[in-house]
């Protein structure tokens, strides 16, 4: 028995360290690696036990063939030559007679190592494919996040323990931040406040001081009014603004019209509770916003992360050690040349663009173009995660699309799948990772072998170009080669590393990387942009969020026991994590006869769900909160919480709104 150092490799800010013992062909047990930057050994439940993931009895071992009609899950094992063949000969007939745009790579963060999630970039752009937008999470916070700070980097986690005062925005932090939470547990024994702004706050209620429950898609009227009283009361850092930013004597004018008690009529948090917060986050040093990606998921989400981030200056907290924002970028890298492994000088056309939210509409031609008529998921379960899940089923159940999944276990989209190719787990292939929300960079190399037939994306990549008939030497490598490559040609931030981190990075192991300047203003015009005269709204005001055509808005919330359409195969987890559930406020509960535990079906005009009833006073009135992602067959009726979801698009990022829909809700 021999323990290996590998990393997590799925969608946490972290990118945990972990200790892995093995025989060489199995892995035997998963531990957090003490020695880790970031983790320290404190790993979650899902990966404590990462072992029954990877010899799961349910996994696909050889690639698989539809026999049965599409969704069906009906299958027969093929070899390898066959399923390359059946693929190849699609592509080959369809770029003869439709052309690239015909043909859709779908991606997102099944995986989140760089080399197996981006190298198929290398094959699509050489093909001329269509390009995915990859906006699903949040990408609305990053650009209203970076409109008003650039690139300069925010508090990492580690520099919590320096602030003051902490206001938890929008963050299930025991679900999303988990190795981020002694910082707040340890906060609260010395005395520090905690408080926490959310829609629904069951899960972090009892780690906080305070609740301060927000109307979902109104926290940009919270932060107004917040920086109303701070103006209006002189508790602003004048001297810090005038030095450091741009803007704000334009921007302090227009804030006389946005009150406490507007923002209680549109926000539902008092005005008391509202200048009782300013003072209160004047009144500390060092105050820092740990911000989640809720509350960026709306039509105006990139606005309101933008409001968010202006209120985090006007105190000049930023200058302070802990001071400031945590939760967005945090100014790390590069690492390592990106260029190299997706190959966009392969491309020699312009591609068709297709944003990732709007795959339903992309599938059945509603959007003016032809059809997609072939696609190829990877790293990604878009029937249980993508907004529209009626139109994507609609999609796939064309006859006339031909559909390719690379996948561990039959989820809801591999079902409709025409192949099947039976994918790796982490510990089966090599790569590297860039923490995204840490300042911190590691390698993992292959464990043990590969379980059956399964085959890394890399490897299946390259033998998908070399049937196309791609000569090019990058497909004609293994993944550790590409991976020596990317060592040996590094970017800035790992150009000046010692030796003996390099050794680490060469035998596997994460390196914490230098801590941003969180004053070095990585804007144009080297300072804080309060008002941006390169956006439409050059200045900061309260945009309305889409949805208003139900009673009830809807939000999703992240579970602590899975994560996105991941850890499904782990009854141990699901067991858990229990039925499908709907949150809500105990006076809308109660004007709709409906108590704790009921049968209720959530419906709008995009269709409805059936779920099992949390009756609640940890939500805000008029929000209803499903938490988690589901496999089909677990929903009463085979919807998901995404047959509720629009297509509909942020202001700024094309990111999706997934919380900005609004249900009526009634008992069944």
Known sequence: MKTYKTICPYDCPTSCGLLVESDGERIVKVKGDPADPISKGLICRKMQRYEKSVHSPDRILTPLKRTGAKGSGEFIPISWDEAISTITDHWKQTLDELGPDSILPFYYSGVMSLIQRNCGDALFNKMG???????????????????????????????LSDSDFYIVWGSNMKATRLQSMPDIVKARKLGKRVVLIESYAKEMESYCDQVVLVTPGTDGALALAMMHVLVEEGLVDSDFLQREAEGFEEFKDTLGAYTPAWAEKISGVPAAII???????????????????????????????????????????????????????????????SDRINRPDFRTNTARKININMLGEALNGEDGKAPIRCLHVYGSNPVGSVADQQGIQKGLLNPDLFTVVHERFMT?????????????????????????????????????????????????FCLLAKAMGYTDDHFYRT???????????????????????WKVLKNGGVLSTALADHTDWKTPSGKIQIVNNELASHMPQYQECHGKNHPLRLVAAPSSETLNSIFLERD??????????LAMHTDDAAARGIADKDSVLAFNDMGEVTFTAIVTPLIAKGTVAATGIFKTKQSANGNLVNTLHH??????????????NTVDVRKV
């Open 129 to 159: 494919a269509c390009s995915l937008i990859k906006t699903l999470c949040c990408s609305a916070k990053g650009v209203g996040y970076s409109t008003v700070v650039g690139n300069t980097g925010c508090l990492d986690p580690r520099e």
């Open 572 to 581: 141990d987890l699901i067991d858990r994590r229990g039925l499908m559930t």
């Open 412 to 460: 809801d989209t591999a079902r409709y799948a025409d192949i099947i190719l039976p994918a790796t787990f982490s510990v089966e292939q090599s790569d590297c990772y860039s923490a995204y929300g840490y300042c911190s960079f590691g390698t993992a190399y292959k464990i043990i072998p590969a379980s059956g037939e399964c085959k890394s994306n890399w490897d299946i």
């Open 479 to 501: 993944e550790k080669d590409l991976l020596e490559e990317l060592l040996a040609n590094p970017m800035i931030a790992l150009q000046h590393i010692s030796d003996d981190e």
């Open 275 to 337: 200048v009782e917060l300013a003072r209160e986050y004047a009144a500390a040093s060092s105050p820092v916003i740990i911000l989640g990606s809720g509350n960026s998921r709306y039509g105006n989400g990139g606005m309101t992360v933008r409001l968010i981030t202006i209120l985090s200056t006007l105190t000049g907290a930023w200058s302070r050690a802990g001071g400031g924002m945590c939760g967005c970028n945090t100014g790390s890298g590069p690492y390592v040349d």
């Open 647 to 660: 297509e509909r698009l942020s202001d700024i990022g094309e990111a999706t709104t997934l919380n900005d």
